[in-house]
């Protein structure tokens, strides 16, 4: 069974960082690319950032580009988002989901965390 | 960036009933790379449709897509108690993915 599950939200003063983690399992997780989405509390979704195979691609959102990274360690069948300068619209609940086999373009996303809660406030 | 516009933002019908939502994209879409996912309060989007118009595994066939470059449609054939949720529409084409604002069915 397919299994993601985040961790690392909490709340966070603006400017301040934070690192998220998605634990992968179930699947085969050096195969697949991966994305980050986020979901503000009562709104819809937004594509933060996604992922290659190997880390040699990645993409961002332009509401989060040049202060969020994507990364991931196949070894540890981890995928993670470190997040930088957040703001108070950076709230939301943050999703790792998996795409397709090798990229996460041209693929869409077939299984999805939970989530977990990430709170910019002073 | 791809910008996708989905009405109506709310589908006020009766269990039984036929839904139809509709996703706008602001330039034609790739080879099709649209997807819908469905969203239950306090649960995690399911994908029902990718590629404009196959159903996921285990997607009920009274769910069904179509469409093509700029216009895409999700029918619900017969709506059921738990079809009741947001449906978002994603396309998948270019580097940039992007989500439609989401269309809420609600009972009548």
């Known amino acids: 069974e397919v299994q993601l599950v985040e961790s690392g939200g909490g709340v966070v003063r603006p400017g301040g960082s934070l690192r998220l983690s998605c634990a992968a399992s179930?699947?085969?997780?050096?195969?697949?690319?991966m994305s980050w989405v986020r979901q503000a509390p009562g709104k819809g979704l937004e594509w933060v950032s996604g992922?290659?195979?190997?880390?040699?691609?990645?993409g961002y959102g332009d509401s989060v580009k040049g202060r969020f990274t994507i990364s991931r360690d196949n070894a540890k069948n981890s995928l993670y988002l470190q997040m930088d300068s957040l703001r108070a619209e950076d709230t939301a609940f943050y999703h790792c989901?998996?795409?397709?086999?090798?990229?996460?373009?041209?693929?869409?996303?077939?299984?999805w965390g939970q989530g977990t809660l990430v709170t910019v406030s002073s | 960036e791809i910008a996708l516009t989905q009405s109506p933002g709310t589908l006020s019908l009766s269990p039984g009933e036929r839904a139809t939502l509709s996703c706008g994209a602001s330039q034609s879409v790739s080879s099709s790379y649209l997807a819908w996912y469905q969203q239950r309060p306090g649960q995690a989007p399911r994908l029902l449709i990718y590629g404009a118009s196959s159903r996921a595994a285990g997607i009920p066939d009274r769910f069904s897509g179509g469409g093509s470059g700029t216009d895409f449609t999700l029918t619900i054939s017969r709506l059921e108690p738990e079809d009741f949720a947001v449906y978002f529409c994603?396309?998948?084409?270019?580097?940039?993915?992007?989500f439609g604002g989401g269309t809420k069915v609600e009972i009548k």
């Open positions: 989901a998996r795409g397709g086999y090798g990229d996460y373009k041209g693929s869409s996303l077939d299984f």
């Open positions: 179930g699947f085969s997780f050096e195969d697949y690319g």
């Open positions: 994603q396309q998948y084409g270019s580097s940039a993915l992007t």
């Open positions: 992922i290659n195979w190997n880390g040699g691609s990645t």
